[in-house]
């Protein structure tokens, strides 16, 4: 439970006891209600089911909620990793299948506008520009900050590149707004909730907040392919309010059949959660088709510039 609504709850106990038991005897009363309603609904032949590990479970978690819709694509990438050669040769640029990663996904969402938005006073809004943030891990303080790439569909590859580098240096440097360093984290919730209506919802730009309006983008991705770990899902942020995440889980090679012999090639695997209010299961799949579409043959749709 929130420690906010628990200091709350504690208050209005605190106050009933002291200044008004009426209060308490409402609560009573409507206690005995449910007690009574358990009974008759439930009945004594299902108290054999109910024993004090199961009421604990139950009360712990409450009716699932969420809207994640999961995704896992595995991708061949030896034609990504030659065309990336090729560019760093030609460019002299640092390109990576990071940078190459965040370029498809910006072209994914240019042509599946449903996902480039946002919900505002219960309605879905488009949003203006495509801008995608990256995961950076500033190991020193064990956290991470998104580097949110503007109209990544307007930009080559060379161009992502120097941005990403830019704001890793920039996140490394990054310090907390002292007014809200001190603020106790259940006062810290409800002004995160706030700031996320303001900047993300309304789009409003607060800079005596640090707030830029949509300062992590529409898209949130993270690259775990340095870990040993093989699948991981990025889970939602409520104060960034993004609606589609992914996450980079590793480049290796891997055995496979091509032709009829076996090999063994590069392939990349890239987990999604999208947020089913923005589109449902088939126009999900369909998204994470053309991102398999793109990052398999990459010469296809990107110029070596």
């Not at 809200?180 to 006062?187: D, E, R, S």
């Amino acid at each position: 439970m929130n420690a906010l609504a628990v200091c709350g709850i504690l208050s209005a106990v605190i106050y009933a006891l002291l200044f008004n038991f009426t209060l308490v005897k409402i609560f009573l009363i409507f206690g005995g209600l449910y007690g009574v309603c358990s009974w008759i609904f439930v009945g004594l032949s299902a108290s054999k089911y109910n024993n004090a590990r199961r009421k604990i479970m139950i009360c712990t978690w409450s009716d699932p909620v969420g809207p994640e819709i999961y995704g896992c694509i595995k991708m061949n990438f030896e034609n990504a990793a030659k065309f990336l050669n090729e560019l760093q040769e030609k460019t002299g640029k640092h390109i990576t299948y990071v940078h190459l990663v965040l370029k498809t996904i910006g072209e994914m969402l240019k042509e599946f506008p449903d996902l480039n938005g946002r919900l505002t006073q219960g309605c879905y809004a488009p949003n203006s520009s495509i801008d995608v943030s990256f995961m950076v891990p500033v190991d020193e303080r064990n956290i991470s900050y998104p580097i949110c790439i503007k109209s990544i569909d307007q930009k080559n590859l060379a161009e992502i590149s120097e941005e990403v580098e830019k704001g890793v240096k920039e996140a490394q440097n990054k310090k907390e707004i002292a007014l809200l360093k001190y603020v106790p984290t259940c006062f810290r919730g409800v002004l995160c909730e706030i700031r996320a209506w303001l900047t993300v919802s309304l789009g409003l730009h607060i800079p005596f907040l640090g707030s830029l309006s949509y300062p992590s983008g529409h898209c949130l991705v993270s690259d775990i392919s340095y870990t040993e770990l093989d699948t991981i899902y990025l889970p939602f942020t409520p104060s960034l309010r993004s609606p589609v995440s992914f996450v980079i889980n590793s480049v290796k090679p891997e055995p496979c059949v091509i032709n009829g012999a076996p090999a063994v090639q590069s392939f990349l695997t890239l987990t999604g959660t999208i947020d089913h209010r923005y589109l449902d299961g088939v126009r999900a799949a369909k998204a994470q088709n053309k991102i398999k579409e793109i990052l398999e043959n990459p010469a296809n749709f990107f110029k070596l510039d």
